[in-house]
């Protein structure tokens, strides 16, 4: 089992650009989470995927993150434009279910807004 | 929504001491709760789960309470090492997804 895979591990980019985070989650789990974790704010889920359909994405903070899962094996996630407060470590997790089953994190995409 | 307050922030402790992190809850139809490790530079990493059936749960050095009633759980690690530094978050969950807390970080000394 490869677990829960991400990719960057590091971005840093300027404002203004867009930013492209990655994500393969563990094989026959059909459900997917984005969080985001900072200092002052923990862990923050951003939105999750059943089956591959976004289910709840109230905690996207804006219209310019947008996250997309076109296949069980692989989702993104989209900051357009970039903004030195989306700087934050970016981590996608995985479950057999979306109800009280254990998650599954990746290792995490740090990333820098400059 | 779900609101989860873990304490305490920090915890420093000998080897071979006893650490205790607590959690609190709101939503008194909570269920599951979940504890999670994470080490520098990876993913929280899931250590030791109950769910609301269930008063206490053990898994060699590492045990989970939980307080229905008061809405309040906690972890207990017995025989602290070095590598069990790290920072611990509770989490929490009823009919939808986890709410986290903002997490201890355990230091444990040699």
């Known amino acids: ?114 | 929504g779900e609101n989860v307050e873990q304490h305490p922030s920090t915890l420093s402790v000998q080897e071979g001491d006893s650490a205790v992190i607590k959690c609190t809850y709101s939503d008194s139809a909570s269920n599951y709760f979940p504890w999670y490790k994470q080490e520098l530079g990876k993913g929280p990493q899931l250590i030791i789960d109950i769910r609301s059936n269930v008063g206490e749960k053990k898994d060699q050095r590492i045990a989970v309470t939980l307080n229905k009633t008061a809405k309040h759980f906690s972890l207990h690690i017995t025989e602290t090492q070095p590598e069990d530094s790290a920072v611990y978050f509770c989490a929490v969950s009823g009919y939808s997804t986890l709410t986290f807390g903002k997490g201890t970080m355990l230091l444990v000394s040699p």
């Open chain 1, 1 to 114: 089992d490869a677990g829960v895979i991400q990719s960057p591990r590091h971005e840093v980019t300027e404002m203004g650009q867009e930013v492209t985070l990655r994500c393969k989650p563990i094989s026959g789990h059909n459900s997917l989470f984005w969080y985001r974790q900072t200092m002052m704010r923990g862990l923050e889920l951003l939105i999750y995927f059943n089956n591959n359909v976004p289910i709840d994405d109230s905690g996207m903070p804006e219209d310019r993150f947008s996250a997309k899962m076109p296949n069980a094996s692989f989702s993104t996630l989209k900051i357009q434009p970039s903004e030195p407060r989306d700087s934050a470590v970016y981590f996608c997790a995985s479950s057999r279910d979306s109800d009280n089953s254990p998650l599954h994190f990746g290792n995490g995409t740090r990333l820098t807004v400059t």
